[in-house]
């Protein structure tokens, strides 16, 4: 099988994200840059059904420079080849104008079986490339992927819905997002890390794939962005259990006034 | 990366103990900054690993488990965190020193958990990877980098360890010709109760200094009770006992009697890699006491709050940041200077890493000593409960006093420095002798008037180069009233190898943050340009006040208030603010939680 993970590099969930004075946007300064873990769990199962059935993982993702670093540890997990989409004009892309990019890159690409993404990018939380993407590829779609089995030309997806699961089966190719709980993705070993230095990159530009400044115009925009409000000192409260109990209530009932 | 070839290229393979004769510019020596895309996920597949699974595990591993400490190790060698130093035709990766450091740093998530690990990678599997037939290489390489066998090392005895060659286990060769007969008793053998091979060392003969390689299992081969440490309990440390064991003949390691060549060599080569250990266990200390102190009232507020917690919070980041520079400077200079040659030239491939000695010894003392300092403020900051088992900081603190016992105690490394540094300067290798005549020459003819540089960190270059200045004239001085008499003086050489020490330290941190401003501007260095300059007044202090001890135990009258002109002169600054530069640092550390430099 031929499958193409859709990985994006978002800032490591313990960065001390600082707001630009703008207002739109983070400081990127001293941010450590990861591999959003929702793809990992995508590439992680990529990876999983290439052990068991044989065939290729391609690896693409949309981002300045530093995502080559993204790319190459998903190359160092053990995918055979990345193909990363680069053009200054991507910078103004909202999740629209990054779904167009990356639908053109897997048409590009061709030839598979499968297209895995992650169920959301960590730290925007849109949810939204994948739809767009299956819409874009005129694709099948499963979200919320927690349990995935491939068969001839189709696949059995278990997926994760309020308080219950949900088993759906579909045609190959599609588009599956990942939810944590799919798999447990492996470290990159040192010797993947060594082979990854070989595998190739290929750059493209917004040319190269053939989509105009005009597909890019964002639908929508980041309108401001705030820090959550800082968390007020956890308060201990002394005394025997009912003492507490009486404490807790007469808090939750005066100070906090939820009941 | 496009920084990856731009700073490498730059290093400089400059000779050792050039540092002090020799001016260098930030682009030559290899920074944190310079890690390349690999060594940077080596170190992310390292810190990953370590945190999820040996940081759950760590409340187990220090009741002393073997089985757990053998799983973690197998685990560890299936992502080949075993194998770096093992060559790849024999399962390892053949990889640099600076991607062993960031392991190293990793480990150190838990004390004991290091120690196992450094003792099996480090001086449990190199003996072999250098003096090793290719015999024993295929027996054993794979196994080690695999992790299916954990490996050991006993040099000391109870009665020798830092006078190691003075050993009393005995070698004799059986009446066939077949056997080693070994008798005697080893002490300190870390991995001891779960290892698989014992690298060990008798005298042949009475006489003749000898390795050999034990396996488990060998007859006439026990071990001892377990040692009851202070910490690292997590680790196995007992004695090791022959009694007319019998070794194969083909057990022999290296020569008989060059088992002295094999355990300085190996010493030698893993001691600057405790260095990167102590640094990633201070950086956990720190990342403690950061956040206990922020959630810890007193008098209504964090005590995060307060001048005297800040402070110490600033500190520590401030010597960590130190420690990190002279790390990977030395492990950068040792991987430029083995660049081309392979372990099939095992002779070079020593010589190169050996030209580095007093730079590792320096690490060694110098980073064990900012761990110390590190975990007890840890416990200070936790008060009260610093001092009990229910939070981490007593066991840091218990943790981290062995490190500057074992690799060689501080007072060996001490003495090693100025040894290699004069070893070199007689041969004719560092023109020492020359520098200090040149020096009395130059504050004889008076101060010059030189308008200072205005730049990043220029006034701290400055103070480097005076540093320079105090060490190279101080040895000089020693060197000439006592001749070869010096080597007896201990307390003389103790006082110069910290003036170098802190010379080497300030310089590597100077240069590091130069190279940092460089790249990324100087406004994105703020933090550490206020760690460095506060460092910088510490260093120099330092530098002067054991270099005036020391003089003043060379001469007296006329002589010793020239010598202390000079130092005056040499040792010229301005006085800066270092309570706020140390706050500067200390509010980046309670910012973010932990060790952000
Ligand atoms: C937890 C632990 C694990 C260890 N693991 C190993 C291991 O795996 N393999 C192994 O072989 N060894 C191991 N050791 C032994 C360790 O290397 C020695 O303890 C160390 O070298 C010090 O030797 P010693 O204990 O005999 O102290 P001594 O040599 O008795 O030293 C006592 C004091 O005298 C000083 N001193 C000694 N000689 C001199 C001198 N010439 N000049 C100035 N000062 C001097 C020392 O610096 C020290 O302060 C381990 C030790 C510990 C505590
Ligand atoms: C073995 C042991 C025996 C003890 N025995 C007794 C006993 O018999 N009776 C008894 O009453 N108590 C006893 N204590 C308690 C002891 O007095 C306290 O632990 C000590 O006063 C520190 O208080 P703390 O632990 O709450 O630390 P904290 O007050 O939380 O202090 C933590 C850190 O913050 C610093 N800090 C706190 N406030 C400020 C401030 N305003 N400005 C600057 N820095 C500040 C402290 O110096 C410390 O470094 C004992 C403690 C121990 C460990």
């Keep these: 099988m031929k499958i193409i993970v859709c990985v994006k590099q978002v800032p490591d969930t313990e960065t001390r994200i600082r707001i630009n004075p703008e207002g739109n946007g983070i400081v990127e300064q001293d941010v450590n840059w990861v591999v959003s873990p929702y793809d990992e769990h995508a590439i992680e199962e990529a990876l999983r059904i290439k052990e068991q059935k044989g065939g290729e993982v391609v690896l693409v993702s949309l981002g300045p420079d530093r995502a080559q670093t993204a790319l190459r540890n998903g190359l160092a997990m053990g995918a055979d080849s990345a193909v990363h989409l680069k053009d200054a004009a991507f910078d103004a892309a909202d999740t629209m104008g990054v779904a ?48 995935l089995e491939t068969g001839d030309g189709k696949a059995t997806v278990t997926r994760e819905i309020e308080g219950a699961t949900e088993v759906w089966e579909t045609s190959l190719p599609a588009v599956i997002s990942a939810q944590k709980g799919l798999n447990e ?75 | 990366m496009a920084t990856d070839t731009m700073t490498k290229d730059g290093v400089l393979a400059a000779r050792g103990g050039t540092f002090l004769t020799e001016d260098r510019t930030a682009a030559e020596v290899f920074t944190p900054e310079d890690f390349s895309e690999e060594q940077k996920m080596i170190g992310q597949t390292a810190s990953e690993f370590m945190e999820n699974e040996l940081g759950p595990k760590i409340p187990q591993i220090i009741k002393l488990d073997y089985e757990l400490s053998r799983e973690l190790m ?87 360890a830092t006078d190691a060659m003075n050993a009393k286990a005995r070698a004799v060769l059986s009446p066939d010709g077949q056997h080693w007969i070994l008798n005697g008793e080893k002490m300190w053998l870390t991995n001891g109760g779960f290892a698989d091979v014992y690298i060990t060392f008798a005298k042949v003969d009475g006489e003749h200094f000898t390795a050999f390689i034990i396996d488990k299992g060998t007859p006439g081969v026990t071990l001892g009770a377990e040692e009851r440490k202070t910490g690292i309990k997590g680790s196995s440390t007992r004695p090791l006992i022959f009694q007319d064991a019998k070794i194969p003949k083909e057990n022999l390691l290296g020569e008989v009697g060059k088992g002295h060549k094999i355990a300085f060599n190996i010493l030698n080569v893993g001691r600057f890699k405790l260095g990167a250990g102590v640094t990633g266990g201070a950086k956990f200390a720190l990342k403690a006491a950061a956040e206990y102190g922020k959630s810890r009232t007193s008098f209504g507020q964090p005590i995060t709050n307060f001048g005297m917690v800040r402070e110490k919070l600033g500190e520590m980041a401030i010597r960590i ?78 943790d981290a006093r062995v490190n500057r016992i074992f690799e060689g105690t501080n007072e060996i490394n001490r003495l090693l420095v100025p040894g290699r540094i004069l070893r070199k300067a007689l041969k004719g290798e560092l023109p020492l002798f020359q520098k200090a005549m040149g020096l009395m020459d130059e504050f004889t003819a008076g101060p010059s008037f030189e308008e200072p540089e205005e730049g990043f960190l220029k006034a701290e270059e400055r103070m480097v180069k005076g540093a320079k200045k105090i060490a190279t004239m101080a040895l000089g001085i020693a060197a000439q009233k006592y001749g070869k008499g010096l080597g007896d003086k201990q307390e003389l050489l103790g006082l110069w190898a910290d ?29 550490q340009e206020a760690a460095v300059r506060c460092f910088a007044q510490d260093a120099m202090d330092h530098i002067e006040a054991s270099a005036k001890r020391l003089l003043a135990a060379l001469d007296d009258g006329d002589m010793l208030r020239t010598y202390l002109t000079a130092l005056k002169r040499f040792g010229k600054r301005d006085a800066v603010n270092v309570v706020a530069l140390r706050e500067q640092v200390a509010a980046s550390v309670i910012d973010a939680g932990r060790y952000t430099l």
């Excluded at chain 2, 990793?106 to 990678?121: E, L, P, Q, W, Y």
């Excluded at chain 2, 003036?499 to 933090?527: I, P, S």
């Design chain 1, 100 to 147: 167009k990019a990356l639908a053109a890159a897997i048409k590009g690409i061709g030839g598979y079986d499968l297209v895995l993404t992650g169920q959301q990018g960590v730290g925007g939380d849109n949810s939204q490339v994948p739809g767009l993407l299956a819409g874009l590829l005129d694709l099948p779609q499963v979200t919320m992927a927690i349990k």
């Design chain 1, 185 to 259: 993705p492996r470290y990159a070993s040192l010797k993947g890390i060594m082979a990854a230095k070989k595998k190739t990159i290929e750059a493209k530009d917004a040319a190269a794939l053939g989509i105009a400044a005009a597909d890019l115009a964002p639908l929508t925009q980041v309108a401001s962005l705030e820090l959550p409000p800082a968390r007020p000192a956890v308060r201990m409260i002394d005394g025997d259990p009912e003492t507490q109990a009486r404490e807790l209530l007469r808090l939750l009932h005066e100070e906090a006034k939820v009941i």
């Design chain 2, 74 to 160: 197998r685990k560890a060698g299936e992502l080949g965190l075993l194998g770096i130093e093992i060559p790849e035709e024999y399962g390892g990766l053949g990889l640099d020193k600076v991607s062993g450091c960031l392991v190293s740093e990793s480990a150190a998530r838990d004390g004991s958990f290091a120690v196992t690990f450094m003792g099996h990678t480090g001086i449990g599997s190199l003996p072999i990877v250098y003096f090793g037939t290719e015999a024993q290489k295929q027996k054993y390489l794979p196994k080690f980098a695999s992790g299916e066998w954990i490996s050991s090392y006993s040099l000391s005895e109870a009665s020798s």
């Design chain 2, 321 to 398: 940041y130190v420690s990190e520079s002279i790390v990977y400077r030395t492990a950068g200079l040792i991987d430029k200077n083995l660049e081309g040659v392979g372990l099939n030239d095992v002779a070079e491939a020593l010589k190169r890493i050996e030209e580095y000695d007093a730079e590792c010894s320096m690490v060694k003392v110098w980073c064990s000593e900012m761990l110390d300092y590190v975990v007890d403020e840890t416990v200070q900051i936790f008060g009260g409960a610093g001092y009990v088992d229910d939070y981490p900081a007593e066991r840091y603190w218990r």
């Design chain 2, 499 to 527: 003036v170098a020490m802190e010379t080497y330290a300030l310089e590597t941190a100077v240069l590091r943050a130069q190279k940092k401003a460089a790249r990324d501007g100087d406004a994105a260095c703020a933090v």
